[in-house]
């Protein structure tokens, strides 16, 4: 096809498919475009993670100086994560419409001013609305799910999601151990506490400001380029609102996978949150100690969401999207549990072990969400990634809500509480059924549905005729892999499937 032949020459530092996405993912590297854009998504969303919760840290500080509440602390990290709700589902579409280079960037660069107004906040409300406002931030972490699922083969995309995500949301463990530290800094030097805190959020805030440019100026949005020039020559069809929109709303597996998100990546933000403040009430320790026992939790993201991300594509290999499933249920589960063990502890010892292991399964568990939702949908993944992401805030702000807000629950009744939650609000992955691979229980249709049925779904006659489906045609195509060895597997149709470039 005309189509293929205009990116039949292009040839890239690492192994490619059909598609031109990278079939290795090789974390040490930085070529472009693949590589480099993982490096830059996931050190852009690191830095909104470390400005989105560069308050928390400092609360002990910060609410003595504005004379808060404990219902005005938790109004504020409500508000924190609130803001992104909307502002996730909103990047989802921004990133299938103008792609995740643009839509990160511009998101990044806008929300960088109120992580500097914080330093003048003098107030209940005025603390809430930068907090709110920063908050907005955290919908980048869509435009990095979007931007990996776009770089690398389905053989591969759980893997490089799960690290981006993950190494991004250290960014709310090391700003725990970053925050407290820049202000002793301050401190030392001379400044009065109540000077320091504010005097702090001017590096996560340049830090922030400076992550937009490098995407912005080194980035790109596909294998082949950024959207602008493939919609001008005609290798990417520029889609239709209204189509992506729909094909997203009407497919259920989303909608569970949103609930779902909500309470692990959701679990986390609440964590976040409050976990300085709850070490440091509960068991009498030292705000710096306070620190180092909260960022114990969001550092193991170095290793356990990007461990959840490699599980689900190894569990893939043998099992396909069945096996992805289960690995999110059981992971999510045990996560549960040992969030309630976690509010049942009394020892200020056994609170940091438990707190550690439930971090992981916590953590990985947000890794294995995004290893099943780039196979949703082909034609609205950025709707989907944005429905998914948000549905982690709604979980955060619910949590908050419920748990954590006001004194109706102590903190470690609402820690128990919340594992609860989780348990039972993972329970509808056992519903996730795809035709063409199967679910937890079932295996694939006996109507002998294929990955080409699936996505063609998407694309009615007129699309086709116009040959928009390609891009969906080849993806079906590579996602063959999640039939597994141990699985039932559809059949390929009779008629094959396009040519394509290998």
């Not at 808060?68 to 924190?80: E, F, H, S, V």
């Not at 499933?325 to 549990?337: C, D, E, K, P, R």
Request: aromatic share 12%.
């Amino acid at each position: 096809m005309e189509l293929e032949s205009k990116s039949a020459h292009k040839s890239f530092a690492i192994p490619v498919d059909s598609e031109h996405k990278a079939t290795e993912f090789r974390v040490f590297s930085v070529s472009a475009p693949h590589m480099r854009a993982f490096h830059l998504s996931w050190i852009s969303f690191f830095a909104c993670f470390v400005s989105t919760f560069a308050a928390p840290p400092l609360l002990p500080i910060i609410r003595n100086n504005l004379d808060l509440t404990a219902t005005d602390i938790g109004n504020a990290g409500i508000a924190a994560v609130s803001g992104a709700v909307f502002a996730r589902i909103a990047m989802g579409t921004a990133c299938d419409l103008f792609g995740p280079r643009l839509a990160s960037s511009a998101l990044t660069l806008l929300t960088a001013p109120a992580v500097f107004l914080t330093a003048i906040a003098n107030s209940a409300i005025s603390f809430l609305l930068v907090r709110f406002f920063t908050g907005f931030s955290l919908a980048t972490f869509v435009s990095t799910q979007f931007w990996m699922s776009s770089m690398f083969s389905a053989k591969v995309v759980g893997t490089a999601n799960g690290v981006a995500g993950g190494w991004g949301n250290l960014g709310g463990g090391a700003t725990q151990l970053i925050m407290p530290l820049i202000f002793s800094l301050i401190h030392k030097i001379g400044a009065t506490q109540f000077t320091a805190w504010r005097i702090a959020f001017f590096i996560p805030a340049l830090f922030q400001a400076l992550s937009a440019y490098a995407i912005f100026f080194l980035g790109q949005d596909m294998p082949d380029g950024n959207y602008a020039k493939l919609h001008k020559s005609g290798e990417k069809h520029k889609d239709n609102m209204s189509d992506i929109l729909y094909h997203a709303i009407t497919n259920y597996r989303g909608w569970i996978l949103a609930l779902t998100y909500g309470y692990c990546f959701g679990v986390e933000l609440t964590v976040d949150n409050i976990i300085a403040q709850y070490f440091f009430d509960r068991f009498d320790v030292n705000l710096h100690t306070a620190g180092i026992i909260a960022a114990s939790f969001g550092l193991a993201n170095l290793f356990s969401r990007p461990g959840g991300g490699v599980l689900s594509d190894i569990v893939a290999k043998r099992f396909g999207m069945r096996g992805r499933l289960w690995a999110l249920w059981i992971v999510q589960t045990l996560g549960g549990l040992l969030c309630v063990l976690l509010g049942k502890v009394e020892s200020l010892s056994g609170s940091i072990v438990v707190m550690l292991v439930f971090s992981v399964f916590c953590q990985a568990a947000c890794g294995l969400t995004f290893g099943v939702v780039p196979f949703v949908s082909r034609r609205s993944l950025g709707i989907i990634s944005g429905m998914t992401g948000a549905g982690g805030n709604v979980g955060a702000v619910l949590t908050q809500v419920i748990f954590f807000r006001g004194t109706r629950y102590s903190t470690e009744t609402g820690i128990t509480y919340m594992g609860i939650m989780i348990i039972c609000c993972t329970l509808p992955i056992l519903f996730i059924y795809f035709p063409q691979w199967g679910g937890m229980f079932y295996g694939p249709s006996s109507k002998g549905l294929t990955e080409e049925d699936y996505y063609m779904k998407e694309w009615n006659l007129t699309d086709k005729e116009n040959g928009f489906h390609q891009a969906s045609m080849k993806f079906a195509g590579n996602s063959r892999s999640e039939r597994g060895k141990k699985t039932g597997a559809a059949p390929t149709p009779i008629d094959g499937t396009p040519n394509i470039i290998v």
